[in-house]
């Protein structure tokens, strides 16, 4: 789809507050991720278990942000809580950048696997994470409402080469 791939104009960096208004655009743009509020964002920005990553493209003025995904980890556990890339944006490598660094990061701080829920007719999330090694371990019957529907559990391995 994505004429030519973004990765070798896009840094991945940590979340900070001038980051949240082009977060919200990605989220009202995208039904599938979770809205949350600037306070949430402050709130993970605190806590030291939660890590939120954004993509910036380069070579735009002031860079644009077209991505973030977040996650949070508990000893070896680490868990995704939210991930979205910007509609025009897609399939053009940026959520894998995201992840690349995320497992990295991860990895370093010690997680060993990494988990997610997704929506069993979320096609291009599920197609996403096959393609980035997740297998599913389990279905939530009825786990989502509005509309209701089935999450189906999600795990991956984090190995240490990708501490590299
Ligand atoms: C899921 C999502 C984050 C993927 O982001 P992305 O930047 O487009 O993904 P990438 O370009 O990094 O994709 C990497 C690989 O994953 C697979 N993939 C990603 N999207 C796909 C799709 N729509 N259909 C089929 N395969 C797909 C492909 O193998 C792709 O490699 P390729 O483009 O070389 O074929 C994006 O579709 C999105 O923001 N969706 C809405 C929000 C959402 O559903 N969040 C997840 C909630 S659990």
């Not at 977040?70 to 890339?85: M, P």
């Not at 660094?101 to 069993?120: I, Q, S, Y």
């Not at 996403?128 to 509309?147: D, I, V, W």
Request: proline fraction near 4%; aromatic fraction near 8%.
């Amino acid at each position: 789809m994505g004429a030519l791939s973004h990765s070798a104009r896009l840094r991945i960096e940590l979340f900070s507050h001038h980051a949240f208004e082009a977060i919200v655009k990605i989220q009202n743009s995208s039904a599938q991720a979770a809205a949350w509020s600037e306070a949430d964002y402050q709130r993970l920005t605190a806590d030291p278990e939660a890590m939120v990553l954004v993509a910036v493209l380069e070579g735009t003025t002031p860079p644009e942000i077209i991505g973030f995904a977040a996650f949070h980890r508990v000893g070896e556990e680490a868990e995704l809580w939210n991930l979205a890339v910007a509609p025009q944006h897609r399939r053009q490598g940026v959520a894998k950048a995201l992840f690349q660094e995320a497992c990295r990061r991860l990895v370093r701080a010690g997680a060993t696997r990494l988990f997610l829920e997704v929506r069993a007719s979320n096609a291009p999330a599920l197609a996403f994470y096959r393609a980035a090694g997740f297998k599913t371990l389990t279905r939530r019957k009825e786990y989502y409402q509005n509309p209701n529907e089935d999450a189906l559990v999600l795990a991956c391995q984090l190995v240490p080469e990708l501490a590299n």
